[in-house]
């Protein structure tokens, strides 16, 4: 209506309806922090969704309310309560028939009485020793029926869900009859399908037929599989939870309340489901135990309860190779934990998506990893980091708003010539355009008023950064700062000095190149060796594949070198303490570094003599420098010698 009016203002009914469930940048940086702190990538990433964000929701509470209701369903009651039941409308139906006996003389009434007194001790023979028996007293005969009408119908309701109204008319001949040609025509369409013939005609017409026997409407022969399937084996592991007297028991009165037909239709249907879908737990058995008897249903119930709660806490264990959140089932958490935990799968699940969707996170055959975007994020952290603790030089220099690979601004502008790529002189450029056509607005730019920024012409270097991978440097708290430094300067040299060329180096018992992503989800060598050689000589070849490049070396370890390539097979051989073969063969590499011209600077970690003395003569005899930072300031001091080699050449 025209004269409506609307105000809109700031939302204050609680949180926000239009936020997103989920902080996608947040999840991300929560991974960095593990990872820069020393964590595994991967175990990082993989506790992101255990924990959820901002710490609940994640798979592990999930996990833990299944647990919990696993351990009650095991405490809920007796499973052998359908032969205690059974025992006891026998024993009352047994009473009776004696009462009724007692006040009989005649002949036929004590023979019968003699048929009682020599009934076996077993429920299950007792029953089928009776089903002949003429019975004299009516309310005995009602026990006696009791008993096969209530175990028939426990076990078809069990195994068909929903069917229980439909199934208490079962006595009946008739129904009896239908029900064995349903179960018929479900056992020759579950084989027709097991040889993978074309069955959706046969399927249309058994849910034409039958279709009141199956309430909740199962679309597809696969649907109809899974849901039989899954009872069926809840009643075999009922079975198997029975110590071998229950188990015998039971199944000689299931015997007797089906009939032969029905017992013979339900074992051929057990052993199609079975062959149809193997990976359900068939042959487990569960502990059971409360003092509450439980019916076949119920029994079954909960033991079918346990095994849908194993494949959940299976799927939300995500360990097997590929896992995904996709895997989880989300029906059947809403099914055994409730809606809500379905909604926490559900965002987890948005969360693992946005993240692939916007690039964060990539997936290989080992699971999630990080995308370079997302390491290049983790190198800005790091490098903030570093430079939070940077006191030394001024705080320009380590502006990195500042990036470019022009190099510095020198004060001056020249004018415009085809090809340059550096920044514009706007004023400069605006003021000769003015002085050329006056005041006009709006101001009218021709090619010859073009100025750029003069800047100071920079040389490019060749960085390899060697990192000790040996299991020292995690046992002693140097791992997470180690990555913190790698990262900081591979985004500072890809942000700020693009025209250097960097190669990180990892060397534990054999050396080898790592990109980015592969130095944050590198995990720590478990064989010991310091193999410095084998670092020193993949760092000749970065040096060698940029000769027009200033070569610089910088090396960071905790450990005297240990291991070293044989000349002859190239293997890399261990020994402590360190033999001479490994220092010499070291020593030539240093020496091979140092005549390419490579500057070669040593970055000690820990206060080893014997480390210390290797460091200080290959420091000498390479004319570079040797350093022995906190672990807290290696970053510092890394970062602060490539800018301080960076200022030296321009």
């Known amino acids: 209506m025209a004269g409506n009016r609307f105000r809109y203002g700031q939302w204050n009914g609680g949180p926000d309806p239009l936020a997103p469930p989920y902080d996608v940048r947040g999840a991300v940086d929560a991974v960095g922090t593990e990872v820069l702190a020393g964590g595994s990538l991967r175990e990082a990433l993989r506790d992101l969704l255990r924990r959820g964000p901002q710490g609940r929701g994640g798979l592990d509470d999930l996990a833990a309310r299944a647990r919990r209701l696993r351990r009650e369903a095991l405490r809920r009651g007796d499973l052998d309560g359908a032969v205690t039941r059974a025992q006891a409308l026998l024993d009352q139906a047994l009473a009776a028939e004696r009462d009724e006996l007692r006040g009989r003389d005649d002949d036929a009434a004590r023979f019968a009485e003699a048929v009682l007194d020599n009934l076996p001790r077993s429920t299950a023979r007792a029953v089928e020793e009776l089903s002949g028996y003429q019975w004299a007293s009516d309310d005995a005969r009602r026990s006696y029926q009791q008993i096969l009408d209530q175990l028939r119908d426990d076990v078809l309701g069990q195994r068909f869900a929903g069917l229980r109204d439909a199934v208490r008319a079962s006595a009946d001949p008739a129904a009896q009859q239908r029900l064995a040609e349903m179960m018929g025509d479900l056992n020759d369409?579950?084989?027709?399908?097991?040889?993978?013939?074309?069955?959706?005609?046969?399927?249309?017409?058994?849910?034409?037929?039958?279709?009141?026997?199956?309430?909740?409407?199962?679309?597809?022969?696969?649907?109809?599989?899974?849901?039989?399937?899954?009872?069926?084996?809840?009643?075999?592991?009922?079975?198997?939870?029975?110590?071998?007297?229950?188990?015998?028991?039971?199944?000689?009165?299931?015997?007797?309340?089906?009939?032969?037909?029905?017992?013979?239709?339900?074992?051929?249907?057990?052993?199609?489901?079975?062959?149809?879908?193997p990976d359900l737990r068939w042959g487990r058995g569960e502990r059971v135990r409360g003092d509450q008897p439980l019916d076949y249903a119920d029994a079954a119930g909960a033991l079918g309860e346990i095994g849908d709660l194993d494949d959940l806490l299976d799927q939300l264990d995500q360990e097997h190779p590929g896992a995904t959140l996709d895997d989880v089932d989300v029906d059947q958490v809403a099914r055994t934990l409730g809606r809500d935990a379905a909604d926490d799968v559900r965002r987890l699940r948005d969360l693992e998506r946005e993240l692939r969707r916007q690039g964060w996170v990539s997936r290989d055959a080992e699971g999630l990893t990080l995308s370079p975007k997302a390491l290049r994020r983790?190198?800005?952290?790091?490098?903030?980091?570093?430079?939070?603790?940077?006191?030394?030089?001024?705080?320009?220099?380590?502006?990195?708003?500042?990036?470019?690979?022009?190099?510095?601004?020198?004060?001056?502008?020249?004018?415009?010539?085809?090809?340059?790529?550096?920044?514009?002189?706007?004023?400069?450029?605006?003021?000769?355009?003015?002085?050329?056509?006056?005041?006009?607005?709006?101001?009218?730019?021709?090619?010859?008023?073009?100025?750029?920024?003069?800047?100071?012409?920079?040389?490019?270097?060749?960085?390899?950064?060697?990192?000790?991978?040996?299991?020292?440097?995690?046992?002693?708290?140097?791992?997470?700062?180690?990555?913190?430094?790698?990262?900081?300067?591979?985004?500072?040299?890809?942000?700020?000095?693009?025209?250097?060329?960097?190669?990180?180096?990892?060397?534990?018992?054999?050396?080898?190149?790592?990109?980015?992503?592969?130095?944050?989800?590198?995990?720590?060598?478990?064989?010991?060796?310091?193999?410095?050689?084998?670092?020193?000589?993949?760092?000749?070849?970065?040096?060698?594949?940029?000769?027009?490049?200033?070569?610089?070396?910088?090396?960071?370890?905790?450990?005297?070198?240990?291991?070293?390539?044989?000349?002859?097979?190239?293997?890399?051989?261990?020994?402590?303490?360190?033999?001479?073969?490994?220092?010499?063969?070291?020593?030539?590499?240093?020496?091979?570094?140092?005549?390419?011209?490579?500057?070669?600077?040593?970055?000690?970690?820990?206060?080893?003599?014997?480390?210390?003395?290797?460091?200080?003569?290959?420091?000498?005899?390479?004319?570079?420098?040797?350093?022995?930072?906190?672990?807290?300031?290696?970053?510092?001091?890394?970062?602060?010698?490539?800018?301080?080699?960076?200022?030296?050449?321009?």
């Open 189 to 277: 369409l579950l084989a027709r399908h097991g040889r993978a013939e074309d069955t959706t005609d046969a399927f249309a017409e058994f849910m034409r037929r039958h279709g009141d026997f199956f309430p909740e409407k199962p679309e597809t022969v696969d649907e109809l599989i899974d849901a039989l399937a899954r009872r069926a084996a809840a009643g075999e592991r009922l079975m198997n939870s029975l110590s071998e007297r229950q188990r015998a028991e039971l199944a000689g009165l299931m015997q007797q309340s089906l009939g032969d037909r029905l017992a013979g239709e339900m074992s051929a249907l057990d052993a199609n489901l079975r062959a149809l879908r």
């Open 378 to 650: 983790l190198g800005g952290t790091a490098l903030r980091r570093v430079f939070a603790d940077l006191t030394a030089g001024p705080r320009g220099q380590h502006d990195l708003r500042s990036a470019g690979a022009a190099g510095e601004v020198s004060g001056a502008s020249r004018p415009w010539q085809y090809g340059d790529e550096q920044p514009l002189d706007v004023v400069r450029t605006l003021t000769r355009a003015v002085s050329r056509a006056g005041p006009t607005v709006p101001v009218q730019l021709a090619v010859d008023d073009f100025e750029v920024v003069e800047t100071e012409r920079r040389a490019s270097a060749a960085v390899v950064l060697c990192v000790d991978l040996s299991y020292s440097m995690i046992s002693q708290g140097r791992w997470g700062p180690m990555k913190q430094t790698a990262l900081a300067l591979a985004h500072l040299m890809e942000t700020r000095f693009p025209q250097d060329a960097l190669q990180i180096v990892g060397f534990g018992r054999e050396a080898m190149t790592l990109t980015q992503q592969e130095l944050a989800a590198v995990e720590p060598d478990l064989e010991q060796g310091t193999n410095l050689q084998h670092a020193l000589r993949l760092a000749g070849r970065h040096l060698r594949r940029h000769p027009d490049a200033e070569p610089v070396v910088l090396v960071v370890t905790d450990g005297e070198p240990t291991a070293h390539l044989d000349p002859d097979d190239g293997e890399a051989l261990f020994h402590w303490p360190p033999l001479p073969e490994t220092i010499e063969a070291t020593v030539r590499e240093v020496d091979r570094l140092s005549r390419y011209g490579a500057t070669l600077n040593l970055f000690m970690l820990g206060d080893d003599p014997g480390l210390r003395r290797f460091v200080d003569a290959v420091a000498r005899r390479s004319r570079g420098r040797m350093f022995t930072p906190d672990t807290d300031d290696l970053g510092e001091y890394v970062v602060s010698d490539y800018l301080r080699s960076r200022q030296s050449r321009r």
